[in-house]
């Protein structure tokens, strides 16, 4: 019993020092109500059985401070507070209420003084109710509601510390030598054969990265659980018109289209012979499927998954013999006729086009713990602030690669029209060789860089002449506008789901100022000087009515273009009600203003390269959907990222375009950060003419193609390429 006292003890001056010393880490999800169920267990085990009052009280006021803590999550995610210290007084006072309640009735019961325990127990309850009244008000008073630095500013320091990094390490190795030294201790094996000719290839054409291959690698990874035969088999299954897959082949350093492809897809297989033109003579013999829709193909159940993972890290660093060269009788091994008498039956692709796909495809190779497995969320029109807390600051989006996981985002099934109706989507849970040009996070699908940005089907061509509408002026010429175009391309409405679809939702948000609504928007506390820098920011409630005064009446230029797509039934008028719509605008007359908005449609988006090669700001919604360079540019030191919820939006226009003061009553001005946004622009601009040209994008598929044909070689344990004098 004594033992356990002291336990309880040491519990509660563990979370007294977590409350002076730790910060919520939101990103890995702590439970702070822990402690005090912990010390609870220890309360009813040193005390045996509690009467009754005490038996109503502890639950009541358990579920009190859950609610309050719940409710301050919620307010500090949306002003940017840290509500940790908030959190650990609520979880310690009642605690120690409890603490103290116990000793109280064990004493009213009679027990005799070397059974009570906890003689400190008033003493330590005071001391807590003392720091919860006084912290809570200090923390929670209108005086102290506002931070003093802005979090973009943090943001935008810790983009360039991250994106340091991640070059120094993408980009180690000067010889060829340390690069496959790299590779073996990177990847835990030898470098595919050809590798030293992929080396000279990609040095020739000043390949800033040599050794971050880290999406392709993982893209590749399940299939090391199959044997290389039993891929080809699946790659045969997989081609057919129905299934919407078109076949390439590669035979004798020549490519070739199969004779299913589509005339609307074809340009897309042009592209790809186009990408490896210059060395498809280097390419073992092989055949592959192409994924012609937009959305993505293969999603793996989580347990399957597992298992894949498990037996595909048995195949790392052989220690036979190395052999640098393909088999010689790889063409034959493609061959129908070399199955045998096996029939080659339909892939097994079901047609799940205008059905919901998140709780089927896109959540279900998350853990059966996580909230998207756990969790259905129905109540779309309330934001979901801890589904974006772990990737956010604040408000604002801090870890672009982990709000692209679906595994802590349930309410993703009613934010994008992937999720709440595709409009052309024939997925699989079997693992099948798809090569796709993007893919949502947990699929399974192989990334190939875009035809579509390769053949130039979006184009950065501004006119050189200043007076031209097409010419791209300096950042500080352009006009202060946030400028999209774009059609109802994500997904199919037909019972109302337009109204989740992030497209839609951008449109009325951005022209949305007649309205009742008021938007949470961070602001100077009260800035009389809007030249001079705030003491402070805080969250301004401002309704949607006072945003043209606020911002200027021409700082969105956001619409829907042409007609509604994709909708049937009474979803096509009102659609066009609700929005209206513009006509089309020619692509290069984007250049004229400052910011350009990018989102997704039913897959990727063709415009996210060309707008980062111009002096324009982007902002990119981040969507569903990642590409072969994700990775290779930063959010907040090349573009600007928005959370595909948009209760950012209007802030982070804030921050760069500024506001003007004495609106919404005590909301003070702010000078814009045009600065900070040329000098993104600029940072985008040269980055992206450095790692996401035409050659980068060759070198990446050549690798591919390279690791592809050590993959479905039969002997694929023997081959990898090594230096005279490395050995094995």
């Given amino acids: 019993m004594q033992l356990l006292g002291l336990l309880l003890d040491a519990t509660i001056l563990v979370n007294l020092n977590d409350v002076f010393h730790t910060s919520e880490d939101a990103g890995r999800g702590r439970k702070h109500s822990q402690p005090m169920l912990v010390g609870f267990v220890l309360l009813i085990a040193t005390h045996g059985p509690l009467h009754l009052s005490m038996c109503m009280y502890i639950p009541i006021a358990y579920a009190n401070a859950i609610a309050l803590m719940r409710s301050s999550s919620e307010s500090d995610l949306i002003a ?30 009679g027990s005799s003084p070397k059974t009570r325990l906890y003689g400190r127990a008033p003493v330590i309850a005071i001391c807590c109710f003392v720091l919860l009244l006084s912290s809570w008000s200090i923390l929670h008073s209108p005086a102290s509601e506002g931070v003093r630095t802005h979090p973009i500013d943090s943001l935008l320091g810790a983009a360039s510390v991250q994106h340091d990094a991640w070059l120094q390490q993408a980009s180690a190795s000067k010889t060829l030598h340390e690069c496959t030294t790299v590779y073996r201790r990177r990847y835990k094996r030898h470098p595919p054969p050809g590798f030293d000719a992929w080396y000279r290839y ?46 390439l082949s590669i035979r004798s350093g020549k490519a070739e289209i199969g004779p299913d492809v589509k005339p609307t897809h074809r340009w897309m297989l042009d592209g790809v012979i186009a990408m490896m033109s210059n060395y498809v003579d280097r390419i073992p013999d092989m055949e592959l499927g192409f994924n012609i829709n937009d959305e993505p193909r293969i999603a793996i159940p989580y347990h399957d998954l597992q298992s894949l993972l498990k037996d595909s890290a048995s195949n790392e660093l052989s220690q036979r013999t190395v052999l640098n060269e393909f088999s010689k009788d790889r063409a034959t091994s493609w061959d129908i006729s070399d199955l045998g008498d096996q029939e080659i039956p339909d892939a097994p692709f079901t047609d799940q086009s205008f059905l919901p796909s998140f709780h089927t495809y896109g959540s279900i190779s998350c853990p059966p713990s996580s909230r998207a497995r756990r969790q259905h969320l129905w109540d779309t029109r309330t934001l979901c602030t801890t589904c974006a807390a772990p990737h956010s600051t604040g408000i604002f989006l801090s870890n672009w690669t982990l709000s692209a996981s679906p595994c802590h985002q349930p309410d993703l099934a009613h934010l994008h029209g992937f999720y709440l109706s595709p409009a052309a989507f024939k997925p699989s849970h079997s693992l099948y060789p798809i090569f796709s040009q993007s893919k949502a996070n947990g699929y399974a699908d192989i990334r190939y860089p875009s035809p579509w940005n390769y053949m130039d089907k979006a184009v950065y061509a501004p006119s050189p002449n200043a007076s031209d509408p097409h010419y791209d002026p300096p950042f500080s010429e352009k006009s202060e506008t946030l400028f999209w175009r774009g059609a109802t391309s994500e997904g199919l409405s037909r019972f109302g789901e337009w109204q989740g679809m992030a497209r839609q939702r951008l449109v009325h948000l951005a022209n949305n100022h007649s309205s009742s609504t008021r938007y949470p928007i961070f602001l100077p506390t009260n800035n009389l000087h809007p030249q001079k820098e705030p003491s402070s920011y805080t969250t301004h409630s401002i309704p949607a009515s006072l945003l043209p005064a606020l911002f200027g009446p021409n700082i969105t230029d956001i619409s829907l273009v042409s007609k509604i797509d994709r909708c049937w039934d009474s979803d096509c008028p009102r659609q066009a009600l609700e929005f209206g719509l513009s006509d089309p605008t020619d692509f290069q007359s984007h250049w004229r203003r400052k910011y350009l908005v990018d989102l997704d449609g039913a897959g990727f988006s063709g415009r996210f390269i060309p707008f980062l090669q111009s002096r324009c700001l982007p902002f990119k919604v981040a969507g569903v959907f990642r590409e072969w360079w994700d990775g290779r540019v930063t959010a907040w030191k090349h573009f600007v990222p928005l959370d595909v919820r948009l209760h950012g939006f209007w802030s982070t226009v804030a921050f760069f375009s500024g506001v003007k003061g004495g609106v919404a009553g005590a909301v003070g001005g702010m000078r814009g950060r045009g600065v900070e946004g040329e000098r993104i622009a600029s940072e985008g601009r040269e980055w992206v003419g450095r790692v996401m040209r035409k050659e980068d994008m060759e070198v990446y598929f050549y690798r591919l193609l390279l690791e592809w044909g050590r993959l479905t070689d039969d002997r694929r344990e023997e081959l990898g390429f090594t230096m005279a004098g490395e050995g094995v």
């Fill in 80 to 109: 940017g507070r840290n509500s940790s210290i908030s959190k650990r007084l609520v979880i310690l006072t009642v605690g120690a209420i409890f603490y103290f309640q116990a000793s109280q009735s064990m004493k009213i019961q």
């Fill in 202 to 247: 990609a040095t020739e054409r000043s390949s800033v990265i040599i050794d971050d291959f880290d999406n392709l690698m993982d893209d590749l990874q399940l299939f090391w659980a199959i044997e290389p035969a039993e891929i080809r088999k699946r790659t045969l299954r997989a081609f057919g018109d129905w299934n919407e897959v078109a076949k």
